[in-house]
Structures are given as structure tokens and as C-alpha cells.
């Protein structure tokens, strides 16, 4: 055992020792770039060492930026967070969104001058997990626990309070759905995957999706099992299909069965309670909780407004919860605290304007072609690379009714998933 570890972190040292100097430097100043009013003038510091370190990096012939193509979409999204942050409104809101876009900027960054061979793509993916577990079990002691549908009742006695409160009544149990949208649907290739040869290992990822499903369950948000049950449903169907002729077995079948069957049954109880909460609320002064779609409908509606007023801009980067009370006649209570516009899509053309929007959504398309493209040309990478597919969709249909805002803390875990798809062009040209 001993012997395996000591391989293992040679192994580690052999793949990342050209970066390990200015590009963790750089990566140090992750606590200061995700909480920049604890220590205001510590952030500022690693702010300009930051810049510093890349500029040492630089004179020692490291790029200041990776060619690859992404780069014109990613570069004109750059300029866009800046225009975002010049006309934000309120600057105290921008400021916490815009440092952790910038440590995402560097994670992307880490990656793709540091990621150039398979082995080092593989010990970047299981980075991934071990990130987004770590993450999502820092964010569950300052979650807001509570119970939303009568039939979660019973679960008000075991549900915690939240131990610490980042923000004021704590953290959104939406936000933790969002966070294992990163999580569950990657264990699912891994699972099925042929060349898992090692049973703990294979054991251990069971465990984690098992895990990982309780907790979805629990913060009941819809949008999240939607979004969790469609895209792995869809996994096993594919793959039912793409193993038609090679005899799967009972067992899979059985499995596929029950999983799409629970899914259909979890959405029609999900619609159902839906329109029950929109009939409850139909009589109110208000649109009503933040849980219902009428609530969503609302907010959309006044964020196309919003769009069509600065489509160029963006009305700033962050500034949405203030500008739709103060520019709009929103028939919400003003004590709601509207974080985002619960749509990924209209929340990053809000922030960005309608040319962040496309250069975003160019860069998931040609994240995708080259995640393809990995899957053909390097089959011993095909399962871990059919999971950052399967959390990018999955994080994706979550965000068409709810959504992590531009710059949320979690969302550096997109930012990670990113980086490791869009090193494929270098590591398949290694193998060439």
C-alpha cells in the first residue's frame, strides 16, 4: 500500500512539476478571490501578486494565455466581464462576482498550461470530483434547511439548522443542487465503465452517487431532479442503444427500467405539486414564494426588459437583485433577495450583454465538439469525458428554470470542468 502511495505522488510530481512554482502561486489566492470582504486589503495584495507571478511566469516562457480554439470566444467573454463590471451601478455587488470570475480565469488557465498528456488530464479529472465533493460539504453546514412540499414533513426533524450563515438566513438549498449538477450525473460513466477494474474504486463511486442522490432528494428542487433524471435517463438510454447488439444484460436492462420509471414518476409529482402552488398562490397580493413558477415567470419577465433595455452591456455585472426593484414595477415582495434571474441563459446576458450570451454559448459548442472528438480519438479517457458531458448538460437544463449567478462561489466548478474539456486539442495532438 505504502509503495502505491509513494507511485502515485511520483506519478503526481512527474505530471505537474513544470508548473508547480508560478502557477500555484497563482492559485493561492483562491479564499481571498472567493470571500473579498473578509480581508479587503489581503485581496488587493493577492490581487497584485497575482498579476505579478503571471508576469514572472511570462519572462520565463510560459504563454500569458494558451492558444487553443477557444480563444476568441473566451477573450471576447473576458472584455465582457469587464464591460460588466465598468457600468455596474453598485460596485460593492460587482466586486465579489468579478474575483471569483477572476479565479475561475485562473483555474482555466492552470489547466490549459498545465494539462498536455493523458496522464495528466486523468489526475486533473479526479481533481474535479475531489473539488466538487469538498465544496458541496463546505456549503451544507450554511444551507438553509427547510421543508417546502407537505410530503418532505417528516423530514423537519432530522433537517439541520445552518451551523454558519454566509449570508443573512443562510444559504439557498437551490445553490447545493446546483453544485451536485457537477457531481451526481459524473459517477454514472464511471459506474458502467468496463475498464474500472478496481472494486473499491467502482464501490467508492457508488457510495458517492448514492450519497449524492439522498442529498438532491432533500433539497427538493425540482429543477434539479428534472435536470438530474433527465440527462442520466438519457446516458442509459444511449447507452442501452449503443450496446443493443453486444447482449446487455438482464440486470442493465432492469436497471434502465427502474430509473427512467422513477424518473417519470418523480416529474409527474413534481408538476403536480407545482400546479398546486400556483393555485394556492393565485389569489395573493403577490406573486407569491420563491419556489413557484409563477414567481420565475415574473422575474423573467422583467429580465427580458431589462435585456432589451441594455442589450449591448448588460445592466452590470452582479447589480440584477437591485436594478429589478429600482427600475421596475415587480409585482414581488421587495424583501425577496433576487440573487439571479433563475435562467443561466437571461442571468449571463443580463450581467454580460446579449455579446457575452453568444461568445458563452460558442464556447460550450465548441467545448462539446472536442469533448466528441476525445471520446473517438482517445478511448481510454471515454468515461471520465462522458461525465464532464453529462454534468455539463445537466447543469445546463438546471439552468433553464433556476441557475448559480455570473461570478457565484460554486460556479468555479464550471469554470474547472471548462478547463479540463478545452484541453483536448492539446492532448490529442500529443498523441499525434
Given amino acids: 500500500m505504502l509503495t502505491r502511495l509513494r507511485?502515485?505522488?511520483?506519478?503526481?510530481?512527474?505530471?505537474?512539476?513544470?508548473?508547480?512554482?508560478?502557477?500555484?502561486?497563482?492559485?493561492?489566492?483562491?479564499?481571498?478571490?472567493?470571500?473579498?470582504?473578509?480581508?479587503?486589503?489581503?485581496?488587493?495584495?493577492?490581487?497584485?501578486?497575482?498579476?505579478?507571478?503571471?508576469?514572472?511566469?511570462?519572462?520565463?516562457?510560459?504563454?500569458?494565455?494558451?492558444?487553443?480554439?477557444?480563444?476568441?470566444?473566451?477573450?471576447?467573454?473576458?472584455?465582457?466581464?469587464l464591460i460588466g463590471m465598468v457600468v455596474a451601478p453598485d460596485k460593492e455587488l460587482m466586486l465579489s462576482k468579478a474575483?471569483?470570475?477572476?479565479?475561475?480565469?485562473?483555474?482555466?488557465?492552470?489547466?490549459?498550461?498545465?494539462?498536455?498528456?493523458?496522464?495528466?488530464?486523468?489526475?486533473?479529472?479526479?481533481?474535479?470530483?475531489?473539488?466538487?465533493?469538498?465544496?458541496?460539504?463546505?456549503?451544507?453546514?450554511?444551507?438553509?434547511?427547510?421543508?417546502?412540499?407537505?410530503?418532505?414533513?417528516?423530514?423537519?426533524?432530522?433537517?439541520?439548522?445552518?451551523?454558519?450563515?454566509?449570508?443573512?438566513?443562510?444559504?439557498?438549498?437551490?445553490?447545493?443542487?446546483?453544485?451536485?449538477?457537477?457531481?451526481l450525473p459524473a459517477t454514472f460513466p464511471l459506474i458502467f465503465a468496463h475498464g474500472t477494474r478496481n472494486l473499491a474504486s467502482r464501490y467508492l463511486i457508488v457510495l458517492l452517487a448514492f450519497l449524492a442522490v439522498i442529498t438532491l432528494i432533500i433539497t427538493q428542487s425540482r429543477s434539479g431532479w428534472i435536470a438530474a433524471l433527465t440527462t442520466i435517463s438519457g446516458f442509459l438510454v444511449v447507452k442501452s442503444i449503443a450496446r443493443w447488439a453486444k447482449k446487455l444484460s438482464l440486470r442493465g436492462y432492469f436497471l434502465i427500467a427502474s430509473v427512467i420509471s422513477?424518473?417519470?414518476?418523480?416529474?409527474?409529482?413534481?408538476?403536480?405539486?407545482?400546479?398546486?402552488?400556483?393555485?394556492?398562490?393565485?389569489?395573493?397580493?403577490y406573486v407569491g414564494t420563491t419556489d413557484t413558477l409563477e414567481f420565475r415567470l415574473e422575474v423573467w419577465r422583467w429580465a427580458l426588459a431589462s435585456i432589451a433595455e441594455y442589450p449591448y452591456t448588460g445592466s452590470g455585472l452582479g447589480n440584477f437583485r437591485e436594478l429589478i426593484f429600482r427600475r421596475y414595477p415587480v409585482s414581488l415582495d421587495s424583501s425577496y433577495d433576487i440573487a439571479h434571474a433563475h435562467n443561466i441563459y437571461l442571468q449571463i446576458a443580463l450581467d454580460l450583454g446579449l455579446p457575452g450570451l453568444i461568445s458563452y454559448l460558442a464556447w460550450l459548442i465548441l467545448s462539446v465538439y472536442f469533448a466528441a472528438k476525445?471520446?473517438?480519438?482517445?478511448?481510454?479517457?471515454?468515461?471520465?469525458?462522458?461525465?464532464?458531458?453529462?454534468?455539463?448538460?445537466?447543469?445546463?437544463?438546471?439552468?433553464?428554470?433556476?441557475?448559480?449567478?455570473?461570478?457565484?462561489?460554486?460556479?468555479?466548478?464550471?469554470?474547472?470542468?471548462?478547463?479540463?474539456?478545452n484541453s483536448f486539442p492539446r492532448t490529442i495532438d500529443q498523441i499525434r
Avoid at 480519438?377 to 448559480?404: M, N, R, W
Wanted: aromatic fraction near 12%; charge should be positive.
Fill in 99 to 183: 474575483t471569483a470570475l477572476l479565479l475561475g480565469f485562473l483555474i482555466w488557465r492552470f489547466l490549459n498550461v498545465s494539462v498536455n498528456s493523458v496522464e495528466t488530464w486523468v489526475f486533473a479529472f479526479w481533481g474535479f470530483l475531489i473539488s466538487g465533493v469538498i465544496l458541496t460539504l463546505l456549503t451544507i453546514p450554511g444551507t438553509d434547511w427547510h421543508i417546502k412540499f407537505a410530503g418532505f414533513s417528516r423530514l423537519a426533524r432530522i433537517l439541520p439548522t445552518p451551523l454558519v450563515q454566509p449570508i443573512p438566513g443562510g444559504l439557498q438549498m437551490n445553490m447545493v443542487a446546483g453544485m451536485l449538477m457537477f457531481l
Fill in 262 to 285: 422513477l424518473g417519470l414518476l418523480l416529474v409527474a409529482v413534481v408538476i403536480k405539486t407545482g400546479e398546486r402552488d400556483v393555485a394556492d398562490l393565485a389569489a395573493s397580493e
Fill in 374 to 421: 476525445a471520446v473517438s480519438q482517445i478511448p481510454k479517457i471515454s468515461p471520465p469525458v462522458e461525465s464532464l458531458l453529462l454534468c455539463l448538460v445537466a447543469y445546463h437544463l438546471f439552468g433553464l428554470t433556476d441557475a448559480l449567478a455570473t461570478g457565484a462561489r460554486p460556479s468555479i466548478l464550471l469554470w474547472y470542468l471548462l478547463g479540463l474539456m
Fill in 7 to 81: 507511485n502515485l505522488q511520483i506519478q503526481i510530481w512527474a505530471q505537474f512539476r513544470h508548473v508547480l512554482v508560478w502557477e500555484w502561486l497563482s492559485l493561492c489566492a483562491a479564499p481571498l478571490f472567493l470571500f473579498p470582504y473578509s480581508l479587503p486589503k489581503l485581496t488587493v495584495i493577492a490581487l497584485l501578486m497575482t498579476i505579478f507571478v503571471i508576469f514572472i511566469a511570462y519572462r520565463r516562457g510560459q504563454p500569458l494565455w494558451p492558444r487553443s480554439p477557444f480563444n476568441l470566444p473566451l477573450l471576447i467573454f473576458a472584455f465582457m466581464v
